[in-house]
């Protein structure tokens, strides 16, 4: 059997960057995913920032609308507006975008091998041994020197491997729907409140062409908050048009993300933002570091926990403020009343929040905007 340097566990946006960035530096990586198609199982709100395309060189291709205006709405109607003259973020058909990434990672190399589902993995003082069932049931093995898991929320490789595991899950529900003249221009909007979401909200992202995504997230069943919000903003739907797609998001990783010849990146590692649940910017920079700590350990064959190790710590340095400071926001925000959500709103206003957050308020880092709004909302000279 032919060893191969690395394989990657799942094709979604971690796993497919961190393939492209590996076979781009020369090494033999293959990817194992167990969809026959790329991008078939695609769950996502698909708004990403525009410092990841930047920082990244995403492809665009997948692109169908830009965001310059986000409204929060409070439970009776109330509302919050930040816009900008430039793009905040890209709204992408997120089938399509992993599958360009998946393009990407072949022309550099990598190899894809779809229709695969790996069940275990076994470790060796020499390397890793995948065993894999393909859907017609026919089993297969894969031996590598390294393997990544990107397996996404599923966690099935996680606990047996000892690797680390979400403290939590939000619970995501959502469809894309027509909405007359809702077009492309018209504000993203995100909707809170303890009756409308509780722990969590709920969005409206316009796509062009009349078309919009609707979606809600909480730690309970979501299903009849989204049934409700979607009463809200299409009465009219044919429900029966409507293909409701719902998965579960990771919040807080509880333990290591790294073994020896094993590392877990983006939503396997939960690397997940915990403000909003987004998972691409931080699986992409969550793949991005891995890739620089695998290269350095094939540099030197070591791929022990002291060596692979270093990704942890990057990671931690990176965006773990981010993860602490979004998840202990999101779980005060929880506990609020609807009234005193109206109440934070009004506040908001009178003091012109938004404004005053100048360059605190960034799409895809989060901790010094919320630190920024508890201070402006309830810090020293702010009233009762």
């Known amino acids: 059997m032919v060893t191969r340097d690395v394989a ?15 076979a781009a530096a020369g090494l033999d990586v293959v990817v194992l995913d167990s969809q026959e198609t790329i991008g078939e199982d695609a769950v996502c709100s698909g708004v990403i920032g525009e410092e990841a395309f930047a920082r990244f060189g995403l492809p665009v291709r997948s692109v169908v609308n830009r965001i310059y205006c986000i409204r ?4 009776a109607g109330k509302m919050l507006e930040f816009r900008s003259p430039t793009p905040v973020a890209r709204v992408v ?64 490789l996680n606990g047996a491997l000892g690797l680390a595991k979400p403290r939590e899950f939000l619970r995501a529900v959502q469809v894309d729907i027509p909405l007359g003249k809702d077009g492309a221009a018209n504000p993203t909007e995100v909707y809170v409140g303890r009756s409308v979401a509780p722990g969590a909200f709920g969005w409206k992202i316009p796509l062009g062409r009349g078309r919009v995504r ?14 409700a919000l979607l009463q809200r903003l299409a009465p009219k739907l044919d429900r029966a048009e409507a293909q409701v797609r719902q998965k579960a998001i990771g919040q807080m990783p509880v333990g290591d993300c ?12 939960g690397h997940v933002k915990t403000s909003t ?38 990671s931690q340095r990176a965006f773990g403020i981010e993860l602490w400071a979004g998840y202990l926001a999101r779980r005060i925000a929880a506990r609020l009343s609807d009234n005193l959500i109206e109440e934070v709103f009004d506040r908001a206003k009178g003091t012109n929040l938004i404004s005053t957050l100048n360059g605190n308020l960034k799409f895809d880092w989060h901790h010094k905007a919320i630190l920024a709004s508890i201070h402006g909302l309830f810090g020293p000279g702010k009233g009762a």
């Open 8 to 22: 990657v566990i799942g094709a979604g946006p971690a796993g497919l960057y961190a393939a492209h960035q590996l």
């Open 72 to 75: 929060a709405i409070s439970p």
């Open 93 to 156: 058909d997120k089938a399509e975008f992993n599958r360009d990434l998946a393009n990407l990672a072949c022309s550099a190399g990598a190899e894809m091998c779809l229709g695969r589902l790996v069940y275990s993995v076994d470790r060796s003082e020499d390397g890793v041994l995948l065993h894999f069932r393909s859907r017609q049931s026919v089993d297969g093995k894969v031996r590598s020197r390294l393997a990544v898991i990107a397996t996404g929320v599923s966690g099935c």
């Open 214 to 227: 609707v979606g809600l997230m909480c730690p309970k069943e979501p299903r009849p908050y989204f049934n």
């Open 258 to 269: 790294v073994a020896p010849r094993i590392v877990a990146i983006g939503e396997a590692a």
């Open 277 to 314: 649940g987004g998972g691409i910017y931080f699986g992409l920079l969550s793949a991005s570091m891995a890739s620089d700590v695998i290269l350095r350990a094939f540099q030197t064959s070591d791929f022990s926990l002291q060596t692979l190790g270093k990704f942890e710590r990057y």
